[in-house]
């Protein structure tokens, strides 16, 4: 079980960090996606960081989010800047003991997701 945290309203253009952490065991070697669903749409993945560090994003985020690790807190974070309207979404973090992309279904654990709100 994961649990984020850091999911708050905000102006656009605005800033804001969520993080996610395990409630029990560790993450550090697994590879932890953030997904996000708006209100009427499917879910859909954001980034992803593999053990490695190496992280992919999704082209309506690049160079506004950075998604980080912090072993020794067992905690990876996700920066987010220049906030727009369509980023408005339940953010979920996701992790996968093997290779996860941005789809849902290559995802084993689950947090129960923050509410992020931009207007």
């Known amino acids: 079980q994961l649990v984020e945290s850091g999911g708050v309203s905000v102006e656009a253009g605005g800033s804001l960090v969520i993080s996610c952490a395990p409630s029990?065991?560790?993450?550090?070697?697994?590879?932890v996606g953030w997904l996000r669903q708006a209100p009427g749409k499917g879910r859909e993945g954001v980034v992803r960081?593999?053990?490695?560090?190496?992280?992919r994003y999704a082209d309506s985020v690049k160079g506004r989010f950075t998604i980080s690790r912090d072993n020794a807190k067992n905690t990876v974070y996700l920066q987010m800047n220049s906030l727009k309207p369509e980023d408005t979404a339940m953010y979920y973090c996701?992790?996968?003991?093997?290779?996860?992309?941005?789809?849902?279904?290559?995802?084993?654990?689950w947090g129960q997701g923050t509410q992020v709100t931009v207007s």
């Open positions: 029990e065991g560790t993450i550090t070697s697994d590879c």
């Open positions: 996701a992790a996968s003991r093997g290779v996860a992309s941005f789809s849902a279904m290559t995802y084993t654990s």
């Open positions: 960081i593999n053990s490695g560090g190496d992280a």
